[in-house]
């Protein structure tokens, strides 16, 4: 964090000093919520969750450095005490981005925000100092942390915003208000919440309402292979840039094609010259990904050729997207348990297919959560897709959801043994256990709810008999 005395800090948030000998004592270090993190010079932000009361830790933070801790109630140590913790949380990041004088870039979508993020974030990177969300910590509390994360240093700062529903997104840029806003998508995620896709649209939209206009240098990032994305241009005074593989799209994708292990290449076109990317990444869903965070950084003045090196060398940076690991015996286990749509579960499976040319391929699915009265419909069209892109074999994971995904594969001719149905985690390790080959290429994907990567973490514990944990 930029340096802030305790004073001042009071002042910004409204808060009563409660213990502090000497107000002009600065806080230099992270602003952090986890007494695990404090170093010297940190504010301990004390949130009293269910369970575990972050006021309980204030003796101890400050023994291990802490200038002081922000509160709900005088502690016994060095506290600015507040009304409420995350109100005044919201407020410090409020006032300290508006100090930065660094480019604040906003995202927000159904799918792909973190992923997106982290491709964001390694192209910026190679142009100026730039703080990230670290993992997918984009709510109400990971935001304004984050924001905090940044120093004199940072040019650019970069935020997912995650929403629920209404008014989510708008609060959330009322902290860190955004120059540059992007919105990825409009998909099912959360359907069943929001109450059907118009509703989501209208939530993300407020990322490009609160953008400053054109000529303050407000910028809408905005998805022109998406109809619900395409159509925010009109909810915004900033200035609109299309990315996608449509012809009107300013940053296009030409020639998108997966290469022989999966990857996508294809020819990027900006609006002042156009360079090849390979991608290091797995899945085609990733081109859409890969033209947004190239839609920010051309705008932010990178060229064509230096985007399209940075998206060729960016790696993963968060866990089970698209992991690939290969096993001692050749058997190749792509785990993207992290979550699942219909879109990435489709994009999924064209890149096992692509990645096991020649070799047996096989899914190994659960549920897409939070589909509302698309759940049937969407489950058996993975089903279907998994015979039609012949994949060797299907196993189905889990319940209801699963049995349709099943039903699906079956009606679309799927025979015998191609596909079947467990009841859980651990009969799929099992199965797999007893079946695979080496050269074989394993893909494990479901909504985060099922947990499957055990199945990924317990395929590739070769020799390993231990129980899985099934959620
Ligand atoms: N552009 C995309 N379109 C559809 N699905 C995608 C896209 N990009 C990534 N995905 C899929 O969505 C899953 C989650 O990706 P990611 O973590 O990047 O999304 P997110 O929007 O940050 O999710 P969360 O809401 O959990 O923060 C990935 O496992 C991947 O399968
Ligand atoms: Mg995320």
């Given at each position: 964090m930029i340096a802030l005395s305790l004073a001042e800090i009071a002042a910004v948030v409204g808060g009563q000093t409660y213990d502090i000998p000497d107000p002009s004592v600065q806080v230099t270090g992270p602003v952090v919520r986890?007494?695990?993190?404090?170093?010297?010079g940190s504010l301990f932000v004390a949130f009293r969750g269910e369970r575990v009361d972050g006021h309980d830790f204030a003796p101890a933070v400050v023994a291990a450095g802490a200038a002081a801790v922000l509160a709900?109630?005088?502690?016994?140590?060095?506290a600015i005490v507040v009304e409420d913790v995350q109100t005044a949380l919201g407020a410090l990041a409020r006032h300290v981005v508006t100090k930065l004088g660094a480019t604040l870039v906003g995202l927000t979508g159904s799918a792909g925000k973190t992923s997106t993020k982290d491709l964001i974030a390694q192209v910026l990177q190679r142009k100026a100092p730039t703080v990230f969300t670290p993992g997918s910590l984009n709510n109400e509390i990971g935001l304004p942390l984050t924001a905090l994360?940044?120093?004199?240093?940072?040019?650019f700062l970069v935020l997912e915003m995650g929403a629920r529903g209404i008014g989510h997104i708008r609060y959330l840029t009322e902290l860190t208000p955004p120059r540059i806003g992007l919105v990825l998508n409009v998909g099912s995620a959360h359907i069943g919440e929001f109450g059907g896709r118009e509703q989501i649209a209208q939530a993300k939209g407020e990322l490009v309402e609160s953008l400053p206009s054109a000529a303050e240098g407000g910028v809408a990032v905005l998805n022109a292979d998406d109809p619900y994305v395409r159509a925010m241009a009109s909810r915004t005074k900033a200035k609109v840039v299309l990315f996608g593989e449509a012809d009107e799209a300013d940053v296009r994708a030409e020639n998108v094609r997966l290469t022989d292990s999966g990857q996508p290449a294809f020819r990027l076109h900006t609006p002042s010259g156009a360079s090849d990317v390979t991608m290091r990444l797995y899945g085609e869903h990733h081109v859409s990904n890969a033209l947004a965070a190239a839609a920010v950084a051309h705008e932010l003045g990178m060229s064509a050729e230096e985007i399209a090196t940075a998206l060729s060398e960016a790696g993963s940076l968060s866990r089970w997207r698209m992991e690939v690991t290969e096993r001692p015996d050749g058997v190749t286990i792509v785990n993207d348990a992290y979550n699942a749509n219909p879109e990435s579960m489709k994009a999924a499976l064209r890149a096992l297919v692509a990645m096991g040319k020649g070799r047996r391929t096989w899914a190994v699915l659960g549920k897409m959560a939070?589909?509302?009265?698309e759940a049937l419909a969407e489950h058996d069209a993975v089903g279907r897709l998994a015979v039609r892109l012949n994949v060797s074999k299907l196993v189905a994971v889990g319940g209801r959801e699963a049995a349709w995904l099943q039903l699906g594969a079956y009606n679309e001719g799927s025979w015998g043994e191609e596909s079947v149905h467990v009841s859980d985690a651990q009969a799929a390790v099992d199965l797999l256990r007893s079946e695979l080959r080496p050269g074989d290429v394993v893909l494990v994907k479901a909504s985060r709810s099922v947990g499957l990567e055990s199945v990924a973490q317990a395929l590739l514990e070769t020799g390993a008999e231990g129980e899985v944990a099934a959620r």
């Amino acid at each position: 964090m930029i340096a802030l005395s305790l004073a001042e800090i009071a002042a910004v948030v409204g808060g009563q000093t409660y213990d502090i000998p000497d107000p002009s004592v600065q806080v230099t270090g992270p602003v952090v919520r986890d007494s695990r993190e404090v170093v010297p010079g940190s504010l301990f932000v004390a949130f009293r969750g269910e369970r575990v009361d972050g006021h309980d830790f204030a003796p101890a933070v400050v023994a291990a450095g802490a200038a002081a801790v922000l509160a709900s109630r005088p502690v016994g140590v060095p506290a600015i005490v507040v009304e409420d913790v995350q109100t005044a949380l919201g407020a410090l990041a409020r006032h300290v981005v508006t100090k930065l004088g660094a480019t604040l870039v906003g995202l927000t979508g159904s799918a792909g925000k973190t992923s997106t993020k982290d491709l964001i974030a390694q192209v910026l990177q190679r142009k100026a100092p730039t703080v990230f969300t670290p993992g997918s910590l984009n709510n109400e509390i990971g935001l304004p942390l984050t924001a905090l994360s940044a120093t004199e240093e940072t040019k650019f700062l970069v935020l997912e915003m995650g929403a629920r529903g209404i008014g989510h997104i708008r609060y959330l840029t009322e902290l860190t208000p955004p120059r540059i806003g992007l919105v990825l998508n409009v998909g099912s995620a959360h359907i069943g919440e929001f109450g059907g896709r118009e509703q989501i649209a209208q939530a993300k939209g407020e990322l490009v309402e609160s953008l400053p206009s054109a000529a303050e240098g407000g910028v809408a990032v905005l998805n022109a292979d998406d109809p619900y994305v395409r159509a925010m241009a009109s909810r915004t005074k900033a200035k609109v840039v299309l990315f996608g593989e449509a012809d009107e799209a300013d940053v296009r994708a030409e020639n998108v094609r997966l290469t022989d292990s999966g990857q996508p290449a294809f020819r990027l076109h900006t609006p002042s010259g156009a360079s090849d990317v390979t991608m290091r990444l797995y899945g085609e869903h990733h081109v859409s990904n890969a033209l947004a965070a190239a839609a920010v950084a051309h705008e932010l003045g990178m060229s064509a050729e230096e985007i399209a090196t940075a998206l060729s060398e960016a790696g993963s940076l968060s866990r089970w997207r698209m992991e690939v690991t290969e096993r001692p015996d050749g058997v190749t286990i792509v785990n993207d348990a992290y979550n699942a749509n219909p879109e990435s579960m489709k994009a999924a499976l064209r890149a096992l297919v692509a990645m096991g040319k020649g070799r047996r391929t096989w899914a190994v699915l659960g549920k897409m959560a939070e589909l509302g009265d698309e759940a049937l419909a969407e489950h058996d069209a993975v089903g279907r897709l998994a015979v039609r892109l012949n994949v060797s074999k299907l196993v189905a994971v889990g319940g209801r959801e699963a049995a349709w995904l099943q039903l699906g594969a079956y009606n679309e001719g799927s025979w015998g043994e191609e596909s079947v149905h467990v009841s859980d985690a651990q009969a799929a390790v099992d199965l797999l256990r007893s079946e695979l080959r080496p050269g074989d290429v394993v893909l494990v994907k479901a909504s985060r709810s099922v947990g499957l990567e055990s199945v990924a973490q317990a395929l590739l514990e070769t020799g390993a008999e231990g129980e899985v944990a099934a959620r």
